[in-house]
């Protein structure tokens, strides 16, 4: 079993930066996928940002060059700055590890993040 845990949400005025971790822990193949996905009320959950072991990012459009994904291996920690915050980043943001092509896959509790305007 695997376990991750989120930390680092908030509340924050637009424009500002929060920066969210979260540290797996358990049975971890090595090479997986981590990342992290929101979820907006009355909305679907969806991408944020993913990195790969080896280091592969892969971002959505809405936050392109705002936001940064990080990992360390060694740790199994993943993180994600978040700079230019807009009221639409608003969401309950939860951290993801999988693998297997996408085969097995494990969440967080997740972390609220909430930008004021």
């Known amino acids: 079993q695997v376990q991750l845990v989120e930390s680092g949400g908030g509340l924050v005025q637009a424009g500002g930066s929060l920066r969210l971790s979260c540290a797996a822990s358990?049975?971890?193949?090595?090479?997986?996928?981590m990342g992290w996905y929101r979820q907006a009320p009355g909305k679907q959950r969806e991408l944020v940002a993913t990195?790969?072991?080896?280091?592969?990012?892969n971002y959505a459009d809405s936050v392109k060059g705002r936001f940064t994904i990080s990992r360390d291996n060694a740790k199994n920690t993943v993180n994600l700055q978040m700079n230019s915050l807009k009221p639409e980043d608003t969401a309950v943001y939860y951290c993801?590890?999988?693998?297997?092509?996408?085969?097995?896959?494990?969440w967080g509790q997740g972390t609220q993040v909430t930008v004021s305007s």
């Open positions: 993801n590890v999988k693998w297997g092509l996408d085969t097995v896959n494990f």
């Open positions: 358990g049975t971890i193949f090595r090479f997986n996928v």
């Open positions: 990195i790969s072991y080896g280091g592969n990012t």
